[in-house]
Structure formats: structure tokens, C-alpha cells
């Protein structure tokens, strides 16, 4: 398969917590997938090969690959995972229930359901930095493991969409050897987030001047390096922290507002909003 005839299509995306100890044996999916651990460690082992993964581990599985996964008894591993093709080539709806399959029995394995494979070689292992800026990269295309119907096209569409525009961000990270971000930026990036952490963020004009940038160049690097305007990137990182105190703690919405710094609580749910689909007593309450 060519380059210009890939139409990468998702079938499946979400967010998968094992069991401690649990094991997921000799899989083959019919589909290329692509998996970031996202907490807790395991090991995957592959056509002779064991790679112990960690949070940042990014694993690329291309279809037919026979694969074993398996968590760690005391901290086991949570996979944000996708199943997908580089092309929309078999209309597996009229074999299957589910568009992704997995056989566990290579006796089984029905080659010519099996996946078109990409023309160059993607690394099996590695390993991405900022790891909460790939989940949302994946959250944005979740879809659950069912074919499209009347009710759920338009919403399959946008799922498409950002699937595309997540999968270009990964061929550009995995195959370009150039794709090293400034260290000037590496550095502001990595005093930026101990600001963040401490609630001390200063404005942006003190940290492109430490850097020695023009505004302009300064936007322009930091867009290249993250995906993200700065504005984009600190409200990100303070919603997903907001996420996490939705989550697990007994602070009210207001007080999550206040202590991110968002300037109202209209604000802060409109953001949320925005940025997640839900507000943030919706989210609350789903999780």
C-alpha cells in the first residue's frame, strides 16, 4: 500500500484498566492498534521480543501480530488505546458483530480479514513525554466497539476527523528524525509546568524574553513542540487537574474554579465545556 492510499479509520478507542496480575494472551488483532500506558506498569511481549512498560510507553501493534500483555500484580497498567486501519478496506460488518476482533488461536486467524499494513517501518517501542497531553489526544476520538448506524453517523464523522488528526501527530513524532523540539523550548516547557504545579504561573512575555525569542518565534516554537498555543496549554493542563478534583475530591465547583485560577466560575464550565463536551456537574457526576 502507497502513502497516498491511506485513509486511516478508527474502530475502537478507549480507555482499558487491568486487573493486577491479569494477562491478555497470544492476540491477534485484525486491526493495527496502538496503545500508551497511562498509569501502572506491565510487560508486553511480542514475536520473541519483552518490553516492560511504564506511563509514557507508547506501543504500536501492526495487525496480525501475535502479542501478550500482562499487568503487574501490585500496580497494574491502564491502557488509552485505539484499533484502527490505515485504509477502510473489508466491510467486516457483514462478518461481524463488532468491527474490532481479536483471535486467540492463530489456527484461526482468517488472513484475509487481516489489516493493510503500513509502507514504512514504525518502531514497536516508545516512549512520549507529557503524557497527559496524548490521553486527551485520545479522549477526543473515543468511539465504542460498534459499527455506525442512523443515530450515531454524524458523530462518527467528527470521531474520524480527530482520529486523522491524532494519527498524523504520531507518524510526525515516530518517523521524522528531525522531530526534536528546540531545547530552548524543552527548558521553558519544564520550568512552565513547575509553575504550574505551584500555581505560579507568570505571564508570557517574561518567558519567551528568557528565552531570547520574539513573540512571534516564540508562539511558533512552542506550537511546533506541543500541538498547542501557550494559552491552550496552561488552560489544558488546569482543566485536566480540574478533572482530577472532580474526580476524587470533596471540593465544590466554585472552590475547584478558585484554586486553578480561573477567573469565574462562568468561565471555568464554559472552558470545561469546551474542552471536554460536559460540564463540569456532568462530568462529576459520570465519573
Not at 38 to 46: Q, V
Not at 50 to 62: C, D, W
Given at each position: 500500500m502507497k502513502i497516498a492510499e491511506l485513509h486511516p479509520y478508527v474502530h475502537y478507542a478507549t480507555r482499558f484498566p487491568f486487573a493486577p496480575g491479569q494477562a491478555s494472551r497470544s492476540r491477534m488483532c485484525y486491526s493495527?492498534?496502538?496503545?500508551?500506558?497511562?498509569?501502572?506498569?506491565?510487560?508486553?511481549?511480542?514475536?520473541?521480543?519483552?518490553?516492560?512498560?511504564?506511563?509514557?510507553?507508547?506501543?504500536?501493534?501492526?495487525?496480525?501480530?501475535?502479542?501478550?500483555w500482562i499487568a503487574e500484580p501490585e500496580d497494574p497498567m491502564v491502557h488509552v488505546c485505539c484499533y484502527f486501519d490505515w485504509a477502510h478496506h473489508i466491510p467486516l460488518q457483514a462478518q461481524h458483530d463488532h468491527p474490532h476482533i481479536i483471535c486467540y488461536d492463530l489456527s484461526k486467524l482468517n488472513s484475509a480479514l487481516v489489516g493493510p499494513a503500513f509502507p514504512y517501518t514504525i518502531p514497536e517501542y516508545t516512549q512520549v513525554d507529557k503524557v497527559w497531553q496524548w490521553v486527551e489526544r485520545f479522549e477526543l476520538f473515543y468511539t465504542p466497539n460498534e459499527f455506525p448506524n442512523d443515530r450515531t453517523y454524524f458523530r462518527h464523522l467528527k470521531v474520524q476527523s480527530q482520529f486523522q488528526d491524532f494519527i498524523g501527530h504520531f507518524l510526525s513524532f515516530v518517523l521524522k528524525d528531525e522531530h526534536i523540539p528546540d531545547p530552548r523550548i524543552v527548558r521553558l516547557l519544564e520550568e512552565m509546568d513547575q509553575d504550574l504545579v505551584h500555581g505560579q504561573v507568570l505571564p508570557l512575555e517574561e518567558y519567551y524574553r528568557k528565552c531570547r525569542l520574539s513573540r512571534g518565534y516564540f508562539f511558533s516554537l512552542f506550537k511546533e513542540t506541543t500541538g498547542m498555543s501557550p494559552i491552550q496549554y496552561v488552560n489544558r493542563y488546569r482543566i485536566n487537574r480540574a478533572k482530577e478534583e472532580l474526580q476524587g475530591s470533596g471540593l465544590s465547583i466554585t472552590e475547584i474554579a478558585e484554586k486553578y485560577q480561573f477567573s469565574s466560575i462562568h468561565y471555568f464550565s464554559k472552558l470545561f465545556r469546551q474542552l471536554t463536551g460536559m460540564t463540569p456537574s456532568e462530568y462529576r457526576e459520570r465519573t
Open positions: 493495527s492498534s496502538l496503545y500508551l500506558i497511562s498509569e501502572g506498569k506491565g510487560r508486553l511481549t511480542t514475536c520473541g521480543r519483552t518490553y516492560k512498560t511504564y506511563p509514557g510507553a507508547l506501543v504500536y501493534i501492526p495487525a496480525g501480530q501475535p502479542h501478550d
